[in-house]
């Protein structure tokens, strides 16, 4: 199992989290699907299919969440007003939007 450790929380639901491992880190409000991404980034989807990897709080032996890498990776929380929290699809930020959208208010 690849462990990811949990660290403090460091804005209102924003969480540290380390894969000592890999010697990778990051702050998220879903430390376990954005570890698993950069696990994924990391290994390769060749490498990282099969493995498991699991948030540790500090202190804790046993994981409090754990999933396959892969699955995590694809995966992230939705939270829409009405409450009704889910997992759904990841998409990857697309910045290009924001380039046409740059570009067409200059050419005005």
Not at 15 to 34: H, T
Not at 63 to 84: D, F, K
Request: hydrophobic fraction near 35%.
């Amino acid at each position: 199992m690849m462990r990811i450790e949990r660290g403090r929380e460091v804005s209102p639901g924003i969480w540290e989290y380390a894969v000592p491992e890999l010697g990778l880190n990051g702050k998220s409000r879903q430390p376990l699907s954005d570890a698993c991404r950069q696990i994924k980034r990391a290994l390769g989807p060749t490498k990282s299919a099969g493995v498991r990897a699991g948030v540790y709080r500090p202190g804790h032996t046993e994981p409090a969440i754990s999933c396959l890498v892969l699955a995590g990776a694809n995966l992230t929380v939705s939270e829409p007003s009405r409450g009704n929290i889910k997992f759904v699809k990841f998409q990857e930020f697309d910045s290009s939007v924001f380039k046409t959208k740059e570009a067409a208010a200059t050419n005005d």
